[in-house]
């Protein structure tokens, strides 16, 4: 049977397991050797706050052109255990009823043969549903693996390897090349680990090959064709996006507290620390992290931070005062994840962006940026650093779970073009008179700073109100010009950032309906615009990427011709277009929103966007790959999972904790 | 015969800010200030290549006064600030200084990390029992059962141990001085900058205006019912040795911090002085030798910062 390709040019593809079964790293050797291949890869993993044995599923889109978002279907699923395909029904109140209903009509299954999973169970629940199902003999071939090196016989202690033989089976499947997959599984072992690499690739290849003998041909699905001459592309991820952009921007400092899905960032910089001069702080709280930041870059370094919402709650009084003391920073970087409160720590939502705004005592002059995609997650954060010293004042960076974690082909990096730019510095020349003052008035409104240790440039600085020369004052007049120094701040950074760098229109300005949003909503809106609207004469989508000081004037205008304005963003409420409305008075006409803390996929914008223009409410919620009247749908899908696990009692039990073989 | 003689070439008023300051008369931290100038001064460390990092409160103001680099930032965050100037800027002599209750109430969290850490810095808490520039409340220091006069009712927590609790926290150099002795204080400043590590020096200070309990009568031991003889004493007059000779051995370590504890919680005598010194590799030493930071970094003149090549990291990813 020829393969046809997946709808939208792309094959979706997915692996789920328990955590600790090494689906990140099946999956990520399986992108990365697609994205040497040629082809553009995205790819997202949702995750529990749990360190073994809760479900976790990684999707990889493949395509033959730049994507930015994942599909609900799937047309090859992997499955590692029987939680992937029927959920957590073993649970007293489930919370999922697995992906078997996501696999597309002509899709496949591949599973362990005689394991956890029966096909009858799997018929039962397709209900009908045409589906390929290829049960791999698992324990054999990592035995016949295992035999290379001496340990025959120890399948069963070896279970992590499964997840190995599954992806060697899946590139069988793909009809996929090989030699890239090998490749790419052997850099990863060195020196002595490299008979543990060949030992790896011997099982991947034996699971291929099994593949080839029994399941020639059987699939519907195939890939697209790889584009020639794509350009060398790398395969990133946000956190390493964002960590890169600070080491180029000569960053030399970072401190953090551990936090999901933050950590990732610190610990990149961490493993190139020596490599680059960059010292990485762990603080013993975010209190202590931002303030160590901050005074770094008192001390004359660039200085950064990042956390998520819960570490950005202890950090308002940090941020205060940095502006209160003008400190060339810190870059504050926060990696938004479901909340209020401790929430949904590895779950996705862009619900901090109220915070960030307003965060502190008083006014507080701050930058606050938002880049949508990898490739603006390593230039706004390089900017950040610039604008943290020009302005003397903090730069936040809103990233999310999502960003933070999507591993995604993009362009490498340029960095030709790139300066630094270190603002108002202390000249000895100039300012050493015995008379140098920290908070010089002038007419720029930025006095120029000295590093500590220099001779002449000495200064005081408080966190209380002061005067020009760091001390504190209480007068009336010092007041007026100091709070009025601080703040021209914003209205200096709006005139003198380039508009490119604030916001992007994508599509007609005339276009009947404008699209606004910020953040990671950007590739399944790029995506969905392109599937919904491909001759761009329907909709318009502007890009927000500098919300404070936030671009009014240019936005009331290009907004002015759009009969509809639809906001869409992750979060309740809207913060985005309150923001919108606080800023320029216009009341967005639709609000799209979802908050299921997981990101926006690329038919769920369709579907929304769709409803919305066709006479569709004012607010519109997404969940699970539609759009739904949340609460009662809620409720629904929890009776409805309830039910299912009273009909179906035989589900296994949890592998919690997991089994030893996957302790290795 | 010729003679020699050293000439100072920055004397202790090179280090006293030209601002007028607003601390009560008689403060006890009149002598801190001056003793940390006369310790500076003693070690000829040039203005500009100190910073006086605070919390907040009186003892918070005292950056001001100093004639050096000068940084006056939050309540209890005077060791988190330190540890990031320091990093940044390792060349500088950074000496940390706030109250009990910034550093042992809402700095406590920072105090325990910042001895774990043993970043070559100094720590001078003025400890006067009292938060006064709120007038008056009881501070972690305060001893269960006392009441000050600016309390409505005695304190019914127990008293934290400064000492017993550096030393706890890692802390390498823990020593305790008087601010009305100013001279041997400004010796344990001294020492303290010169010890290689985080040096914690707890300053009896008297308060004037709140603190009507441990006044500088009462250390003189000259208050109703008190001897006559003042319960302060010099360790280093007696045959204390607060020095760990063999920083490798675990026993010696825990038999000096142990007396250390044992004369710090003495009922009626107060000792002064160093009670527990150990030289052991800091922080920057350990991040130098990782290869992370030159200890010689200075960020106004270097510039390897802005030199780097990210070539190497896209490639790994490609």
């Given at each position: 049977m020829a393969a046809k390709t997946a709808s939208h040019n792309s094959f979706s593809w997915m692996i789920g397991g328990p955590?600790?079964?090494?689906i990140n790293l099946g999956a990520e050797i399986l992108g990365k050797a697609l994205c040497r291949a040629g082809y553009y890869v995205f790819a997202n993993i949702e995750y529990h706050s749990?360190?073994?044995?809760k479900h976790s599923y990684y999707r990889l889109r493949i395509s033959d052109r730049r994507v930015g978002s994942h599909v609900e279907?799937?047309?090859?699923l992997v499955a590692l255990d029987e939680e992937t395909l029927?959920?957590?029904?073993?649970?007293?109140?489930?919370?999922h009823a697995g992906h078997i209903h996501e696999v597309a009509e002509g899709g496949a299954i591949l599973f362990e043969e005689g394991?956890?999973?029966?096909p009858p169970a799997i018929q039962e629940r397709l209900n009908g549903r045409s589906v390929h199902l290829f049960p791999m003999p698992y324990s054999r071939i990592v035995d016949q693996a295992l035999a290379t090196v001496?340990?025959?016989?120890?399948a069963h202690e070896y279970r992590i390897m499964n997840n190995t033989a599954a992806i060697g089976a899946a590139t069988a499947l793909l009809g996929f090349n090989f030699d890239h997959v090998a490749e790419v599984m052997l850099s990863g072992f060195h020196g002595k680990a490299r008979k543990v690499g060949e030992m790896n690739v011997y099982c991947a290849r034996a699971a291929h090959d099994y593949v080839r003998e029994?399941?020639?041909?059987?699939?519907?699905f195939g890939l697209p064709t790889a584009p020639a001459n794509r350009p060398t592309q790398i395969m990133i991820k946000g956190t390493q996006a964002v960590g890169i952009g600070k080491l180029k921007a000569g960053c030399g400092i970072q401190t953090y507290y551990p936090i999901s899905p933050a950590t990732d960032e610190s610990v990149y910089l961490e493993e190139h620390q020596a490599e680059y001069g960059l010292v990485v702080l762990q603080t013993e709280d975010e209190v202590s992290a931002i303030d160590a930041a901050v005074m770094a870059a008192h001390g004359g370094v660039r200085a950064s931070t990042s956390t998520s919402g819960p570490g950005f709650a202890l950090m308002p009084e940090g941020l205060g005062f940095a502006a209160m003391t003008e400190?060339?920073?810190?870059?504050v970087c926060i990696y938004q994840r479901g909340g209020?409160?401790?929430?949904?720590?590895?779950r996705h939502e862009q619900g901090d962006l109220s915070f960030a705004l307003h965060a502190g005592q008083s006014d507080i002059p701050r930058i606050v940026l938002a880049p949508g995609d990898l490739t603006e997650c390593f230039y706004d954060t390089f900017d950040a650093f610039n604008y943290a010293d020009r302005y003397q004042i903090p730069v936040i960076v809103m990233l999310d779970k999502h960003l933070a974690t999507i591993y995604v082909t993009v362009p490498p990096y340029e960095t030709e073009g790139l300066t630094f730019d270190r603002g108002a510095l202390y000249d000895p020349q100039r300012d050493?008179?015995?008379?140098?003052?920290?908070y010089r008035f002038n007419d720029s409104g930025i006095s120029p700073r000295s590093i500590p240790g220099?001779?002449?440039g000495i200064f005081w600085t408080t966190?209380?109100?002061?005067d020009q020369v760091g001390h504190i004052s209480e007068g009336v007049g010092n007041r007026l010009v100091k709070m009025t120094k601080r703040m021209n701040k914003m209205g200096m950074a709006e005139r003198e950032i380039p508009d490119a760098k604030k916001f992007a229109l994508f599509?007609?300005?005339?276009?009947?309906a404008c699209i606004v949003s910020w953040g990671s909503t950007k590739g399944p809106l790029l995506d969905a615009l392109a599937r919904l609207d491909p001759e761009q004469q329907n909709y318009s989508f502007l890009q927000l990427?500098?919300?404070?000081?936030?671009p009014a004037e240019a936005v009331t205008k290009l907004l002015k011709p759009a009969a509809k304005i639809i906001v869409l963003e992750?979060?309740?409420?809207?913060q985005l277009a309150s923001l919108l409305r606080e800023k320029t008075g216009i009341q967005a006409h639709h609000r799209i929103l979802k908050y299921d803390g997981r990101p926006f996929s690329e038919d769920e914008v369709v579907t929304a966007l769709e409803q919305t223009v066709a006479g569709g409410p004012e607010q519109l919620t997404v969940a699970d790959g539609k759009v739904v009247d949340p609460a009662p749908y809620g409720r629904a899908e929890v009776e409805r999972l309830l039910e299912l696990r009273e009909r179906s009692a035989k589900m296994a039990p949890p592998m919690v904790p997991l089994p030893p073989g996957y302790n290795r | 015969m010729a003679t020699t003689t050293t000439k100072?070439?920055?004397?202790?008023?090179?280090?006293?800010?030209?601002i007028h300051n607003d601390w009560?008369?008689?403060?006890?931290d009149f002598g801190i200030l001056t003793a940390i100038q006369m310790a500076l001064s003693k070690l000829q460390v040039p203005p500009h290549k100190v910073a006086v990092v605070s919390g907040i409160?009186?003892?918070?103001?005292t950056p001001h006064y100093m004639?050096?680099?000068a940084f006056h930032t939050l309540h209890g965050r005077a060791m988190p600030s330190v540890t990031g100037l320091k990093l940044a800027n390792p060349g500088l002599t950074v000496i940390g200084v706030g109250g009990d209750g910034d550093g042992y109430g809402i700095g406590a969290g920072h105090f325990v990390n910042a001895g774990r850490r043993n970043l070559n810095i100094t720590y001078v808490v003025f400890n006067?029992?009292?938060?006064?520039?709120?007038?008056?409340q009881a501070s972690p220091t305060i001893q269960k059962g006392m009441k000050t006069k600016s309390m409505s009712e005695e304190s019914i927590m127990e008293a934290l141990n400064p000492i017993a609790l550096g030393l706890a926290c890692g802390y390498t150099f823990v020593a305790r001085g008087y601010a009305l002795d100013v001279k041997y204080l400004a010796e344990i400043v001294a020492q303290g900058i010169q010890h290689r590590g985080t040096s914690l020096i707890d300053v009896y200070q008297t308060?004037?205006?709140?603190?009507?309990?441990?006044?500088k009568t009462w250390y003189e031991g000259?208050?109703?019912?008190?001897?006559?003889?003042?319960p302060l004493y010099r360790l280093?007059?007696?045959?204390?040795d607060p020095l760990v000779?063999?920083?490798?051995d675990r026993r010696e370590i825990a038999q000096k911090k142990a007396q250390a504890i044992l004369v710090s919680e003495q009922p009626d005598r107060l000792p002064i002085g160093v009670f527990y010194r150990c030289l052991v590799p800091t922080y920057e030493d350990f991040l130098e030798k990782r290869g992370?930071?030159?200890?010689?970094?200075d960020p106004a003149t270097n510039d390897s910062h802005f030199r780097r090549d990210i070539t190497p990291l896209l490639e790994a990813l490609a």
């Open positions: 955590q600790g079964s090494g749990n360190i073994k044995g279907e799937i047309h090859l029927f959920g957590d029904l073993y649970h007293e109140f489930p919370a394991g956890q999973i029966s001496g340990k025959a016989g120890q029994h399941f020639h041909g059987k699939i519907e400190a060339p920073g810190p870059v209020p409160s401790t929430g949904l720590p590895t050493a008179n015995g008379h140098y003052m920290r220099q001779e002449g966190s209380d109100e002061h599509g007609r300005q005339d276009a009947p990427r500098l919300l404070l000081p936030f992750c979060n309740y409420s809207g | 100072f070439e920055f004397k202790i008023k090179d280090y006293k800010a030209e009560c008369p008689g403060c006890g409160g009186c003892s918070g103001k004639q050096t680099y006067n029992d009292v938060y006064a520039l709120t007038k008056g308060c004037p205006t709140y603190n009507d309990l441990h006044t000259k208050k109703p019912g008190q001897s006559g003889q003042s280093d007059q007696t045959d204390y000779h063999d920083p490798t992370v930071l030159k200890q010689d970094f």
